[in-house]
């Protein structure tokens, strides 16, 4: 048997890897191609590629292992995979991301990423400029969580610079405050911070899952007078569900009334900074103090792909600072300020920028631009076939971003009376067409109620930048759904 370590070995395995992408169409954007052949766990569990872990593998089996992996795998690049926020990868940041990986290198000093260094600190230069902040300061992070957690450190760190050495255990009780419609990473992030979940206030928001202002000013007010010191307002840019963006201008002037940290979680909405046609919904951003977003999203850059950009310089080092003289000694032989990883709370850290590097000198800015404005324009495509057909009915009459949530209305339920019964019944609808579909490896799209506004289970369509999706790829998933759910019976 050929060593697998020798190098030619290794070449030849990557390149039957790539073959292997393409013949098991993982890079594949035929809607005739399975975009999964699902398999229950106990049944996959059966299949060859979990076998014999610990004896040497021969260059053969490990093909056959990897073409396993590979077809049992959800295709993300197919257009009819619709079932989380992000899709296809963009083939500039793929080839980037197979670049980091080969080099294998840590983004914390200068001295191991003098490449992807610089590249990172250009990225965030240009962006600053895209949010509207100008000047600034930025770290790529461990996904929109982590990115939103740094947010409300920094926030911490501002108004208590002491907590850093002491703790919170002499402090006053420290209020945040979100939306009822936004990502659960907020709640995560006060527990993970020790400022406990009971002191995160959610906020009421509109018919259309935007932050009502004067129910922050309201939530403020009580959380002053409960004896809690307010410092943190997360305003959404693209909720993970209805994809509403806060009326950030508004929600900006309650922040400055109480002196309080305004953060923008755009982890998703944030791509439409790119758009001129679309962007208006982000109007007010530049009045914030961060904000999280992630490329990796409706962008398409390879996941993991994170940003948080913040509009005051040096407060990320002054915060995350740990000094550790194995790493950041000061007596280096080149300029040590550009060792970024004292900045950071990870220790090990990807070279993320360099994806979204790679796409945006590959695409400049009229070429992103044109990928979310195509986004964009086909889900409003989709939204008035959803509006003109007797089937299915939407959950709001008109959507912010590229997420069009409905619900399919079987035959054994129209025309009856729109009771509290009836409604239960409408919510076992998704979950059954959701299983044959996903089954039959035709479609994967999401569904789920939102309970906060008694809503039951729905589909939510949510379009990332595809740019081989076509108007009839769209008219392809309304008819996969159909056909599932039209002899249902609820």
């Known amino acids: ?61 490990l093909e056959t292992v990897v073409r396993d ?11 009819l995979f619709l079932n989380q926020l992000y899709g296809r990868v963009d083939e500039y940041g793929l080839a980037g991301a197979w670049i980091t990986e080969a080099l294998n290198t840590n983004q914390h000093t200068f001295e191991v990423a003098p490449v992807f260094t610089l590249v990172e600190m250009a990225v965030i230069e240009r962006l600053l400029q895209v949010v509207g902040y100008g000047e600034g300061d930025g770290i790529f992070a461990a996904g929109g969580s982590m990115a939103n957690m740094y947010a409300m450190v920094l926030a911490r760190f501002k108004l208590c610079p002491e907590t850093k050495k002491t703790g919170l255990y002499s402090t006053t009780p420290l209020a945040a405050f979100t ?110 103090d961060s904000i999280a977003w992630n490329p990796h999203k409706m962008l398409g850059a390879p996941l993991q792909c994170s940003v948080i950009l913040l509009k005051e310089k040096e407060l990320l080092y002054k915060c995350n600072s740990a000094s550790a003289t194995y790493l950041f000694q000061q007596d280096k032989f080149y300029d040590t300020t550009y060792d970024t990883g004292d900045k950071s709370v990870q220790c090990g850290r990807k070279p993320d920028a360099f994806k979204l590097w790679l796409m945006w000198r590959a695409r400049g800015d009229e070429g992103l631009a044109a990928l979310v404005d195509d986004a964009m324009d086909k889900s409003r495509y989709f939204l008035e076939k959803i509006r003109n057909h007797q089937d299915f009915r939407l959950v709001l009459p008109q959507f912010q971003c590229t997420n069009i949530c409905f619900w399919y209305i079987p035959k054994c339920l129209q025309g009856q009376p729109e009771t509290t019964e009836w409604w239960e019944r409408v919510g076992k609808v998704a979950p059954l067409i959701k299983q044959r579909v996903a089954m039959n490896g035709r479609l994967l799209i999401g569904y789920q109620p939102l309970a906060h506004r008694h809503l039951p289970n729905f589909f939510r369509f949510v379009l990332a930048c595809h740019p081989t999706h076509s108007e ?18 609820v």
């Open 1 to 61: 048997m050929a060593s697998l370590y020798g190098s030619q070995t290794v070449i030849s395995l990557l390149h039957r890897v790539l073959r292997i992408l393409e013949e098991e169409s993982a890079l594949e954007t035929d809607i005739s191609k399975p975009v999964v052949q699902f398999k229950h766990p106990a049944e996959l569990k059966k299949e060859q590629l979990f076998e014999n872990l610990g004896p040497p593998a021969t260059e053969d089996s």
């Open 69 to 79: 992996v590979v077809r049992f795998s959800v295709k993300t690049q197919h257009p």
């Open 179 to 288: 939306s009822s419609d936004s990502h659960y990473s907020v709640l995560k992030a006060a527990h993970w911070l020790g400022l406990g979940m009971d002191h995160i206030h959610m906020v009421d928001t509109d018919n259309e899952g935007r932050m009502l202002p004067e129910a922050l000013d309201l939530r403020i007010q009580e959380a002053l007078d409960a004896g809690e010191r307010p410092f943190f307002v997360n305003a959404t840019a693209g909720t993970t569900v209805l994809g509403a963006f806060d009326p950030l201008h508004s929600i900006a002037d309650v922040c400055h009334k109480y002196s309080v940290w305004l953060h923008i979680d755009a982890c998703w909405g944030g791509a439409l900074f790119f758009s001129q046609k679309y962007k208006n919904v982000l109007d007010g951003a530049e009045r914030s």
């Open 472 to 489: 009839a790829h769209l008219d392809t998933v309304i008819a996969e759904i159909a056909a599932a759910g039209s002899d249902l019976l």
